[in-house]
């Protein structure tokens, strides 16, 4: 009788130490992801990634976060070419970063004229929080032909400002990512997505 309820002991325990170990294995970087699409085939085609800003177009910081983009677009079917005129699609990149004082784009700030200095205070989301950093990846495609926008998407995730995933060079190719998971996706819903 009494090893029986010593076995039954043990299954408990074991049981809730796998529950727990699972529960610990679900955890870890998620991100916020909205896209916006009318419902229609994407028929895939050649794609240029653009910035959009043009003044950083020839930096190589772009064009590194550029090919997470592109890496994506091409696990989709997209063909990227180097030149927007051989491009059926254009796709125009954003990336942005807030942190406790500042927001840049994509996202809303109400802005005030300081002589030649306009100064940007974010809104939304509740109070900031300096030691917190976000970070947003934002993609328009649209065809060069008509320039009709035909998908368009965010992906941000919030991480400690001096942490590895708060670095643009983590970010961007884990927000590219779960932007582009289940592509086009469910439109005009915020998800939950895991990076």
Not at 31 to 37: L, Q
Request: hydrophobic share 40%; glycine share 8%; proline share 7%.
């Amino acid at each position: 009788m009494k090893s029986g309820i010593v076995s039954s002991k043990i299954v408990a325990a074991t049981a809730i130490t796998l529950a727990l170990a699972l529960g610990a294995c679900n955890r870890g970087p998620t991100a916020e992801v909205a896209r916006f699409h009318t419902n229609q085939p994407i028929n895939r085609g050649t794609l240029f990634i653009q910035p959009a800003d043009p003044a950083t177009a020839n930096s190589l910081e772009f064009r590194t976060h550029a090919e997470s983009v592109a890496v994506e677009m091409r696990r989709l079917g997209f063909q990227t070419v180097p030149d927007a005129g051989q491009a059926q699609y254009l796709a125009v990149l954003d990336i942005a970063q807030t942190d406790g004082t500042t927001t840049t784009r994509p996202g809303t700030t109400v802005g005030a004229p300081i002589g030649p200095v306009v100064v940007a205070t974010p809104v939304g989301r509740g109070p900031r929080n300096s030691t917190e950093r976000t970070t947003t990846v934002a993609v328009v495609i649209q065809r060069s032909a008509d320039s009709q926008k035909v998908w368009e998407g965010r992906a941000s995730k919030t991480a400690n400002a001096g942490s590895q995933e708060a670095t643009l060079t983590w970010a961007v190719p884990a927000l590219a990512g779960a932007l582009f998971r289940d592509f086009p996706g469910k439109p005009g819903v915020t998800q939950t997505v895991r990076l």
